[in-house]
């Protein structure tokens, strides 16, 4: 079955740090990928989206995602984490063929002031 | 400004009885979306429409139904409520007219959180 897996439930960072989120799916046909990322209290929003052409995509707020195709990856970065990147983290797959969309389980991101 | 908007934030019902989770989005969108989301289990889809009158079912459909008669608006229905259907409640909706497809960039709703007990 196919199913997309987030390795890091929760991780706590202090300001400045890098991070790294990983996310792998497991299907190896065409796919778009997401991450979305949910502030307390507020809506899930998009963070970055890849569908095709150069695999590191970047997005709001310093963001970026590597799409490596041979590893079934779409890992999350930030050089730089801010206390106001506390947040939880979803890493989404739709699957074209099926038309499906697969969430991560997400990952509680906690920044230390 | 986008907007999708749920009828309740929270909700409390009882065990058989049927509850109503309406969703309006101001956006013309041609898909709208309900989605569980659970701890541990992140989001999960009951059941999704692409245009006016069509459904199709997500993952988890059984013990809901919807049922879309306009455009901007998306109901859930749990017919009988049960204690496992306690959960956070999201509606989405996407354009469906670009190259992401379906499931190109979402738009999210505040969520309602119901609890049956």
């Known amino acids: 079955a196919q199913s997309v897996s987030q390795h890091n439930h929760h991780v706590i960072l202090s300001e400045a740090a890098s991070l790294e989120l990983g996310c792998n799916y497991s299907y190896g046909g065409t796919v778009n990928l997401f991450w979305y990322v949910q502030y307390p209290g507020q809506h899930l929003q998009l963070l970055l989206k890849y569908f095709s052409g150069d695999p590191l995509v970047k997005g709001i707020k310093g963001f970026e995602a590597e799409f490596i195709k041979s590893k079934f990856s779409f890992n999350l970065r930030k050089p730089s984490v801010q206390w106001s990147d506390t947040a939880e983290y979803f890493c989404a797959v739709n699957v074209k063929r099926d038309d499906k969309i697969i969430f991560g389980k997400g990952t509680r991101l906690h920044i230390l002031p | 400004d986008v907007k999708v908007t749920q009828s309740s934030r929270y909700l409390v019902k009882r065990t058989g009885e049927k509850v109503f989770l309406e969703c309006v989005q101001d956006?013309?969108?041609?898909?709208m979306f309900w989605y569980r989301q659970d701890p541990g289990l992140g989001l999960r889809l009951i059941y999704f429409?692409?245009?006016?009158?069509?459904?199709e079912k997500g993952d988890i459909p059984e013990g809901y139904s919807v049922s879309r008669e306009k455009k901007e608006r998306f109901s859930l229905i749990l017919e009988s409520a049960s204690t496992n259907q306690t959960s956070m409640y999201l509606c989405a909706s996407s354009s469906g007219s670009t190259a992401g497809g379906l499931y190109n960039e979402q738009f999210f709703g505040p969520g309602t959180r119901l609890t049956v007990l």
């Open positions: 956006m013309d969108h041609e898909n």
């Open positions: 429409s692409y245009d006016v009158k069509m459904k």
